[in-house]
């Protein structure tokens, strides 16, 4: 799809970039890198109207040494396919740089099979819109990262917890293979974490208040244990060096997430 000018201006004002968390400084140390978030409402950046859902996005600068930022680009409600529909990938590709990063994470709306805008096959269209996240980067000298979907809060009679995202993370698995791409299995750590956190526990991780029951997005708690798996996970695949990450077994408080005006 052939985008103007305009078009990706408006796609990259249309969202929050860069929230690095309780008691940012405006004017800080030079960024050697930047990490950019493609990706839907489990990553994004939150208003204040929806708190306390929070993306873990959000979270993820609170792992980070401050010399690197980290660029939110993850909206709610977008697939692997409306996201470059709407110019959202030309907008990253156009500002990223040589040695900066791209996180891609999508699926569950990818599954909306009703919706046409949104809606792509696992092993074929999923697939194609995913290489042109990882073509994109690498073409720009940008290293790109794929990270299977964070799994629901779903279980069954059991009390096992269940996947719910399908084929989506085995087909994204294979092409990470295929392309040499480092991939984040949130998929199957949050699955592992729900597991151990039970029926009751998990609720203090997604954003349950009052008469809302959401069971896909996070709340505080949530949002800080899903970033606290990426910052390790980038570490671990040697995406960043150790010295890019702080307070992996540090008591993150919930007090530093902050949620901004709503966009006017």
């Known amino acids: 799809m052939s985008l103007t000018r305009r078009q990706v201006a408006a796609a990259a004002l249309s969202v929050p970039l860069a929230f690095a968390g309780a008691g940012a400084a405006h004017a800080g140390p030079r960024r050697e890198r930047t990490l950019y978030i493609a990706g839907d409402s489990t990553a994004a950046q ?140 949130l998929q199957a750590q949050s699955l592992a974490l729900w597991q151990e956190l039970g029926v009751e526990g998990t609720k203090t991780y997604f954003n349950w208040t009052g008469s809302e029951q959401d069971n896909t997005h996070f709340n505080p708690p949530g949002a800080i244990a899903l970033a606290r798996l990426v910052a390790a996970g980038l570490a671990c695949d040697r995406v960043l060096a150790r010295r890019d990450v702080r307070r992996l077994d540090a008591q993150i408080p919930v007090s530093w997430i902050t949620w901004p005006p709503p966009a006017s």
């Open 46 to 185: 939150k208003y204040a109207d929806a708190a306390p859902e929070t993306g873990w996005g959000t979270a993820l600068p609170f792992f980070l040494r401050e010399s690197v930022a980290v660029a939110n680009h993850a909206v709610n409600g977008r697939s692997s396919k409306s996201f470059v529909d709407e110019g959202r990938l030309d907008a990253i590709l156009a500002v990223i740089r040589p040695g900066d990063v791209l996180l891609v994470q999508f699926a569950h709306n990818d599954e909306k099979t009703t919706d046409p805008t949104r809606y792509t096959e696992p092993w074929t269209t999923y697939r194609e819109f995913l290489r042109r996240y990882v073509d994109g980067a690498r073409a720009r000298g940008a290293r790109p990262v794929l990270l299977t979907p964070v799994e629901r809060r779903r279980f069954d009679a059991a009390g096992d917890a269940v996947p719910s995202h399908g084929e989506y993370p085995a087909a994204m698995r294979a092409l990470a293979r295929e392309e040499g791409v480092p991939l984040l299995d």
